[in-house]
């Protein structure tokens, strides 16, 4: 027992030393560049061109490179840039440094007159080392792309690259990233590029983290999405920035306009505000926030806006923008938001101003929610192909609350509560003119319409709905309609309802009913009625519930007289004990 003991112990020992023994990362010496293949063979050489012209060589064969290990030392390119080129076809491949401040990679060429370094394949990462590019203004030091032959025909991108603790100078861009997807830039320290930082062109997936971006001497941005109007610019960048960068600028910025095919790009960034550019070049740039209030964000994108506009613009198809304070003023949904997805939330805030949407904004879709309306309310002329409308508080407009016209598609306005309308005896909780000869949906439910002021002799009235030649549907029931009946009987003054004009064949239905204000009592008193109303000038009128109360007492006294009635004199079957 005492040997295995003693040998157990020499053993581990043994172990923990094996464990703490130095670790050779690659097998380059100073100087050198070694190609290691898929079978661990390698090959050794003394220029980084030779060596990257090898790599991609290998490409397609039985036996790839797989990694390049270049050792410490500075490596030039060489003098002619045809011959073996710094440019990276070979796919699947890391290429390696000893370190970014011990391998340094010195280029005065552009490859194709772009960039000194220039990666065109897929599932690349070059780490621990340093680019110096001495090439001109138009040269970036490191440039992601797969190179076209003609800006009329899209890029095919690069998919999967990573640059990890790598050093930058530049005189043009420190890094260009063209026609790419899924680019991760990491612990990256760019000390100076004449132009910016990152530039950034037809881009998805762009992620950069822990990186630090020195002064940029000629243009004075950090980060930029750039943009032409060429085929190579089609598609919509798409960049987020981690917590842990460092820009000496402060400044990102996009060239990339609203209506641009695709649409606008997005930047997701905590801390940064998107804002207006004094640049006619520029669609916008971001800013750190600082501690202002931001007004609008795209929670979904993490983006910020300092206006609506902006938002509306910048935000992507689908986006939800959501307002972040109370606002006096109107927000208007501009031209440049004309065909898409939006949802406008008003974070529970109140707005003063009220909202409405240009004419040329035709959005296919747009849901308007979670505002508190003050003063004034919504109105649309836009040709919208579908307008929600929903769990908003409207109070005290002065005439219409929501009015909407020139809708050819859907309309649906629900659960909202619009309360005291139409200031002076005039005015419509909700007015709707439906394009002619269309077939909408207009879907006005589980609504609460409040009128304190409620005045049956004037043009006060609850729901217009007009058009010509219109079918489709029409619901207006599940609403509560300020303690009143919507029956087609008229019993108090000429106020309607609902308002009807030229409504076709449209089906409509408005029973059945809310009794109550948080719509919890349904009343089916009048069988649910649908198509009953005429074509032309129809009016469903209100009937007081204290005369329906009334008719239902007495009702209830009637059975329950009837009732002891039947029962009286009947022997009684409980047995006698």
């Given amino acids: 027992m005492k040997v295995l003991s003693k040998l157990g112990v020499i053993m581990c020992v043994f172990a923990i030393a094996f464990v703490f023994l130095p670790v050779q990362a690659f097998a380059a010496n100073p100087n050198e560049v070694v190609v290691r293949y898929a079978d661990n063979s390698t090959y050794t050489t003394a220029s980084l061109a030779d060596a990257i012209s090898r790599a991609n060589v290998s490409e397609g064969t039985a036996n790839p490179a797989v990694k390049l290990e270049i050792g410490s030392g500075t490596f030039t390119s060489d ?3 045809l011959n073996y080129p710094l440019q990276i076809t070979k796919s699947n491949l890391v290429v390696e440094g000893s370190g970014e401040t011990s391998t340094i990679i010195n280029t005065n060429i552009g490859i194709y ?119 190579t610019y089609a598609t919509p960048s798409e960049v987020v920035l981690g917590p842990n960068n460092a820009f000496a600028n402060n400044v990102l910025c996009s060239e990339r306009p609203p209506d641009a095919p695709g649409g606008p790009d997005t930047l997701s960034a905590s801390g940064w505000i998107l804002k207006p550019s004094v640049n006619p070049g520029d669609a916008w740039i971001m800013e750190p926030q ?54 406008i939330d008003g974070g529970g805030y109140m707005l003063q101003g009220g909202l409405s949407i240009d004419p040329a904004a035709a959005l296919s879709r ?11 309310g919504l109105s649309s002329t836009a040709p919208i192909g579908s307008l929600i409308v929903v769990a908003n508080n409207f109070a005290n407009t002065p005439d219409t609350t929501i009015a909407v016209s020139n809708t050819a598609g859907s309309v649906t306005i629900s659960e909202n509560t619009i309360e005291n309308w139409g200031v002076g005896g005039h005015g419509h909780a909700i007015q709707v003119n439906a394009a002619s000869g269309t077939n909408p949906l207009i879907d006005i439910t589980e609504n609460s319409f409040v009128l304190s002021n409620f005045d049956p002799t004037t043009s006060q009235s609850f729901v217009q709905i007009s058009g010509t030649g219109l079918s489709g549907v029409i619901d207006l029931s599940h609403n509560y309609w300020n303690a009143l009946d919507p029956s087609t009987a008229t019993a108090v003054g000429g106020v309607s309802i609902a308002e009807l004009f030229n409504a076709g064949s ?72």
Wanted: aromatic share 6%; with cysteine.
């Fill in 290 to 343: 600082g501690i202002d209030p931001v007004p609008f964000k795209d929670e979904a994108n993490n983006m910020s806006f300092s206006s609506f506009a902006l938002a509306c613009a910048f935000t992507p198809q689908g986006a939800i923008i959501t307002m972040q304070n109370d606002i006096a003023g109107e927000l208007v949904i501009p031209a440049s938001a004309s065909g898409k997805d939006l949802t």
């Fill in 506 to 577: 449209a089906t409509k239905t408005v029973f059945p009913y809310y009794a109550d204000q948080a719509r919890t009592v349904l009343i089916y008193s009048v069988p649910q009625q649908s198509g009953s109303l005429a074509a032309t000038g129809d009016s469903v009128n209100p009937i007081s519930l204290v005369v329906l109360a009334s008719v239902a007492v007495l009702l209830f006294v009637a059975a329950s007289a009837a009732r002891q009635k039947r029962t009286t004199g009947r022997p009684s079957k409980r047995k006698e004990c």
């Fill in 366 to 376: 747009l849901v308007i929610q979670n505002f508190s309306f003050s003063g004034e």
């Fill in 79 to 81: 003098p002619d840039p």
């Fill in 113 to 231: 007159g772009q960039a000194g370094v220039m990666i065109s394949a897929d599932n690349v990462t070059i780490r621990n080392l340093a680019i110096q590019s001495g090439g001109g203004g138009n040269v970036s030091a490191l440039k992601i792309v797969k190179p076209g032959n003609s800006n009329d025909v899209p890029l095919v991108p690069v998919l999967n690259c990573v640059v990890s603790n790598v050093r930058i100078t530049s005189q043009g861009h420190g890094i260009n990233i063209h026609g790419a997807t899924g680019v991760t830039v990491d612990q990256v320290e760019i000390v100076q590029a004449v132009k910016l930082g990152i530039a950034i062109a037809d881009a998805t997936g762009v992620t950069i983290d822990n990186s630090t971006i020195g002064p940029s001497t000629s243009w004075g941005k950090d980060i930029g999405i750039m943009y032409m109007p060429y085929a």
